[in-house]
């Protein structure tokens, strides 16, 4: 049972991307051992979703066949990815803010061991020192607010185009949100690029507040 359960156990830190993970296995004693199997014991998960708590089956084939289900419960460490500092909320996370330590993730969920997964990303709320990062509550920084002044920046053929523009939606980098240019009025969606910089999306021209050429 117990080698099944690391098997398990082994599966499932390996797919959460778990860095050095340690188990403390225990085998729940049933009322009577398991009795003596003359033919072939095969041993099958039930539910192995919580280490906390994971059911195997043992069967046993042969003239006397028997099939028993055993509880195992598990305690599972590993070096993951806490706030070294405390880090407010939507603020870019940096290499400084960030430590790898070894902690009980047996209950924790989409824990992170990577920091180049984490860098530049930025918690929904705020960060105290020694929490855990996880996945989940980790979003690309908003860059541009609903209504900041932007930059419109568009590039073609050596020539840089830069416009002023109103943003009409917040966004991340790389989402599409839509700006207005302050000089025409005009609306059209732009990428977000930088904070309070965008480009125009779909190819969209803008009217020049100024230009370079960049050959």
Do not use: Y
């Not at 398990?8 to 009577?32: M, N, W, Y």
């Not at 061991?113 to 990303?121: F, I, K, L, N, T």
Request: glycine share 6%.
């Amino acid at each position: 049972m117990e080698a099944a359960a690391r098997r398990s156990l082994d599966e499932q830190a390996a797919r959460a991307g778990l860095v050095e993970p340690a188990f403390e296995i225990t085998v729940v004693k049933t009322v009577a051992a398991l009795p003596a199997c003359a033919g072939t014991l095969a041993v099958d998960d039930v539910d192995v979703r919580s280490a906390s708590r994971m059911r195997f089956a043992a069967a046993c084939t042969g003239a006397q066949p028997w099939r028993q289900e055993v509880v195992v419960r598990a305690a599972v460490t590993a070096r993951v990815l806490v706030a070294a500092a405390d880090v407010p909320a939507n603020r870019p996370l940096r290499d400084e803010d960030m430590a790898l330590e070894r902690r009980d993730v047996t209950a924790a969920r989409d824990t992170l061991s990577d920091p180049q997964a984490a860098a530049g990303m930025a918690s929904r709320r705020a960060l105290r020192q020694g929490d855990l990062l996880h996945r989940n509550a980790l979003v690309a920084p908003t860059l541009v607010k609903r209504g900041d002044a932007v930059r419109i920046v568009a590039r073609e053929g050596g020539i840089e185009v830069t416009v002023s523009g109103e943003a009409l939606d917040a966004g991340a980098r790389d989402e599409t949100i839509r700006v207005r240019n302050t000089a025409t009025g005009t609306v059209i969606r732009a990428r977000v690029t930088a904070a309070g910089a965008v480009e125009p999306a779909d190819g969209v021209r803008a009217t020049s507040d100024h230009s370079r050429d960049r050959d």
